[in-house]
């Protein structure tokens, strides 16, 4: 029995800023439950961080300068997911291509006048290697100053089913009206790291029984064992190259969990700022005022933040000034400080 279409599915990412920002984390998450067995890997070097700070960056600018009273932005992106059921695995080659078919439809669908290649720099996305793979592509739901309202329309899902069937045919020579299921809980492909890992400890562990197998031939058992000892040194160094991966995965994950801890923190402050000056109470202001600061201060002067940080930091304050200065209010703006790379202080 055939299948009318490969999976698709799509929602908007909800809670604003906040709530793409946990969507991410959990997209980049290897250690997340439902991860278990998977390889995570992204495609066009796609950056949880810059997609983060672009996207975020460019709605607060689009609400900023929303002067007509539109309603505010509540969703910052599109989420959509492209799934193959086992035992399909593309390759990562094959991924790309099929991704880059998909941007280049939603493109032409939503008539976007960028450049293509400058759309697909501004999405997300990456890959879950799996029992059943999967493609995550997150679309800003701003891009360029436009509103991209149409992201969630049926046509652009129906186009998107069509455009998934033709490129997984085109690329990997896989046929949705021929899919017929061939196995479940299929774990995950190892990477070529841990294949090479593999193979060296086995290599050595075959030299061992060679040892064993010549112990009676001095000359032999000699050679046998400095090829023991060769193959397990390359074990161990493939060991290191695994432990050095993995850190940097938790370095990265630590500097974006802490990103977007520090700025929920500067938002909530900047909002007690803000109508503390709409309510025009004194002291308010100035405890709020020494929050913001401090808040501020957490990033910008954070290892973990880079320059885009802190220009968020500088447009999200200075999208609030320019606001209460509009309402003809007094703002005497927050300062903060900087690394000394950065230019020194604000």
């Not at 094959?94 to 450049?115: A, G, M, P, R, Y």
């Not at 009206?177 to 060296?200: I, M, S």
């Not at 880079?306 to 209460?324: H, K, Q, R």
Request: charged content about 30%.
């Amino acid at each position: 029995m055939s299948i009318k279409n490969w999976t698709v599915t799509t929602e908007r990412v909800k809670n604003k800023d906040f709530g793409l920002s946990e969507y991410v984390s959990y997209l980049v998450s290897e250690k997340h439950k439902n991860h278990k067995n998977t390889t995570i890997y992204a495609l066009f070097n796609s950056d949880a961080n810059t997609f983060l700070n672009s996207t975020i960056q460019e709605t607060i600018l689009f609400d900023s300068k929303n002067k007509k009273g539109g309603r505010k932005v509540e969703s910052f992106a599109q989420s959509f997911n492209f799934i193959l059921p086992p035992p399909h695995q593309p390759t990562a080659e094959q991924w790309t291509k099929i991704s880059k078919d998909l941007v280049n439809t939603i493109h032409k669908e939503l008539e976007i006048k960028e450049d293509v290649n400058r759309f697909g720099r501004a999405c997300f996305l990456n890959i879950h290697e799996q029992a059943n793979p999967h493609l995550n592509l997150l679309v800003p739901r701003i891009f360029a100053g436009e509103r991209l309202a149409d992201l969630d329309r049926k046509n652009i899902l129906a186009k998107l089913k069509l455009q998934f069937n033709q490129s997984v045919l085109k690329h990997c020579n896989i046929d949705h009206t021929h899919h017929k299921p061939l196995r479940v809980n299929v774990g995950r492909r190892k990477t070529a790291q841990r294949y090479e890992y593999d193979k060296a400890k086995e290599e050595a562990q075959n030299a061992s029984k060679l040892v064993l197998e010549a112990q009676n031939s001095t000359a032999v058992s000699v050679l046998v064992q400095k090829e023991a000892q060769t193959k397990l040194k390359e074990l161990e160094i493939k060991e290191i190259e695994l432990d050095n991966k993995k850190s940097q995965i938790m370095l990265e994950k630590e500097k974006l969990n802490f990103i977007v801890k520090a700025f929920n923190d500067f938002k909530s402050s900047l909002i007690k700022w803000v109508n503390s000056i709409r309510n025009d109470s004194m002291l308010d202001i100035l405890i709020n005022r020494q929050d913001v600061e401090e808040k501020a201060n957490r990033i910008t002067e954070s290892d973990k933040s880079d320059e885009s940080d802190i220009l968020l930091v500088d447009n999200m304050i200075d999208a609030e000034v320019t606001e209460l200065e509009k309402n003809g209010l007094e703002v005497t703006r927050p300062t903060y400080r900087r690394r000394n790379k950065l230019n020194g202080s604000t």
